[in-house]
């Protein structure tokens, strides 16, 4: 609730965005698009806290690992001397509990290494496993495009027959014919020269713009008319497609490009029905899952490490001081005239906020406010006025003659 916290706190977190990265080589928003774009592709990653050294320069001593799913082996299965489970590289407690995962100290396949079972046990309080639960008890992701991917293979199979057949009919561009049993002189008819013996007594002409050849009494040429693709190659491909969309929970038009046939309403319902899908994983995945507990680790480290005196109260409930609002990118308007008096109309109805319609944006009202008063101020001070200013209250609305409040 103190302001002057907040903007400190927010400050410090900005700061060590920058070098969050147990690498060195990423900002944390570039981890978490890395996280994202893993769990996209293999169903699941991992991201471990490393813990700092004060000598290592950090003001908050801790920095986050991405690590892929392959680490973390699905084949490792055991039962340890304590009674634990450990069930595809995740290890259980006697309740059910994650109490630990096993990574590979190195990447399997790597031709450097040679120990295969060279595992790390790491304990469960300091990794997030982002991964996608569809199933209740599911302990490991399942790839996002897994049940799209062997009709995607089959249509690429097809794809590249189709491109072979009309290669193999444009290897022939024509062939010249002789009347039947016109032996000539046994010269050929085009060159004037014996027939090549590795090409039997079919010389074989290469065409270019404006070639001419002459051809022997009797002889003709046929140019060759190659078959083309079949009429209903293009539904088909598409027909494919739209399958593997579904799979993939991807609108066709968004994954193909192909707007052919939409008007703005169509796709503006298209659009927000896959913003939904998006925002779920937003929401539940990324905020709640990944986010969150990232917070979590940071908040407890700047108190621990001294970085801001610790609170009385965050010892007995930490809870309130990790309370976070996580607001993610905006999403551009469709139609940014409509889509602007439309939440002008719903803010003076009173059924949302000026501060929810920001959020949507990905902007942070408290923010939007003090640069206003900030381009206010400034444009007073040189003397400016703009139709645009927000400086200026509205007029009050007198109420009508027996009208009730």
């Given at each position: 609730e103190d302001p002057d916290?907040?903007?400190?706190?927010?400050?410090?977190?900005?700061?060590?965005?920058?070098?969050?990265?147990?690498?060195?080589?990423?900002?944390?928003?570039?981890?978490?698009?890395?996280?994202?774009?893993?769990?996209?592709?293999?169903?699941?990653?991992?991201?471990?806290?490393?813990?700092?050294?004060?000598?290592?320069?950090?003001?908050v001593p801790i920095q986050i690992q991405v690590i892929e799913a392959e680490l973390c082996p699905?084949?490792?299965?055991?039962?340890?001397?304590?009674?634990?489970?450990?069930?595809?590289?995740?290890?259980?407690?006697?309740?059910?509990?994650?109490?630990?995962?096993?990574?590979?100290?190195?990447?399997?396949g790597d031709p450097n290494e040679w120990d295969i079972n060279?595992?790390?046990?790491?304990?469960?309080?300091?990794?997030?496993?982002?991964?996608?639960?569809?199933?209740?008890?599911?302990?490991?992701?399942?790839?996002?495009?897994?049940?799209?991917?062997?009709?995607?293979?089959?249509?690429?199979k097809y794809d590249d027959a189709t491109l072979l057949r009309q290669q193999i009919g444009n290897l022939y561009a024509m062939f010249i014919t002789q009347p039947a049993g016109d032996l000539s002189s046994g010269l050929n008819p085009v060159t004037g020269l014996a027939p090549d013996a590795t090409r039997g007594d079919r010389d074989v002409i290469g065409l270019e713009p404006g070639i001419s050849h002459e051809l022997a009494p009797g002889e003709d040429l046929k140019f060759s008319d190659p078959p083309d693709?079949?009429?209903?190659?293009?539904?088909?491909?598409?027909?494919?497609?739209?399958?593997?969309?579904?799979?993939?929970?991807?609108?066709?038009?968004?994954?193909?490009?192909?707007?052919?046939?939409?008007?703005?309403?169509?796709?503006?319902?298209?659009?927000?029905?896959?913003?939904r899908r998006i925002q779920a994983w937003q929401h539940n995945l990324v905020a709640d899952q990944l986010c969150q507990t990232v917070w979590n680790w940071w908040m407890d480290q700047v108190f621990v490490s001294g970085v801001l005196p610790i609170?009385?109260?965050?010892?007995?409930?930490?809870?309130?001081?990790?309370?976070?609002?996580?607001?993610?990118?905006?999403?551009?308007?469709?139609?940014?005239?409509?889509?602007?008096?439309?939440?002008e109309k719903a803010i003076k109805a009173g059924f949302t906020s000026r501060s929810a319609?920001?959020?949507?944006?990905?902007?942070?009202?408290?923010?939007i406010d003090e640069e206003q008063a900030a381009d206010n101020a400034r444009a007073a001070e040189m003397g400016l006025a703009y139709e645009t200013s927000t400086g200026r209250a509205s007029a009050a609305v007198p109420a009508t003659e027996g009208a009730t409040a």
């Open positions: 916290f907040r903007r400190a706190l927010q400050r410090l977190w900005t700061q060590w965005t920058e070098k969050s990265d147990a690498g060195g080589r990423h900002p944390w928003y570039d981890q978490q698009w890395q996280a994202v774009w893993s769990w996209l592709e293999a169903g699941e990653v991992f991201l471990r806290l490393r813990k700092r050294l004060p000598s290592d320069g950090l003001r699905h084949t490792y299965n055991a039962v340890r001397p304590n009674g634990n489970k450990v069930r595809a590289g995740i290890e259980f407690d006697r309740i059910g509990r994650r109490v630990a995962y096993w990574f590979y100290s190195f990447r399997p060279d595992f790390r046990r790491v304990p469960a309080k300091w990794v997030i496993h982002l991964f996608d639960e569809v199933r209740p008890g599911q302990i490991r992701g399942i790839p996002h495009l897994t049940q799209g991917l062997i009709r995607l293979h089959e249509l690429d693709p079949p009429s209903t190659y293009p539904d088909f491909i598409k027909q494919q497609l739209m399958s593997f969309a579904s799979a993939a929970r991807v609108p066709y038009e968004v994954l193909t490009g192909d707007m052919r046939g939409l008007n703005d309403r169509v796709m503006r319902v298209i659009l927000h029905e896959f913003r609170p009385e109260a965050y010892t007995e409930d930490p809870a309130p001081w990790t309370e976070v609002k996580w607001v993610p990118q905006g999403w551009p308007y469709i139609h940014p005239v409509q889509d602007v008096v439309a939440a319609i920001v959020s949507e944006q990905g902007e942070d009202a408290e923010v």
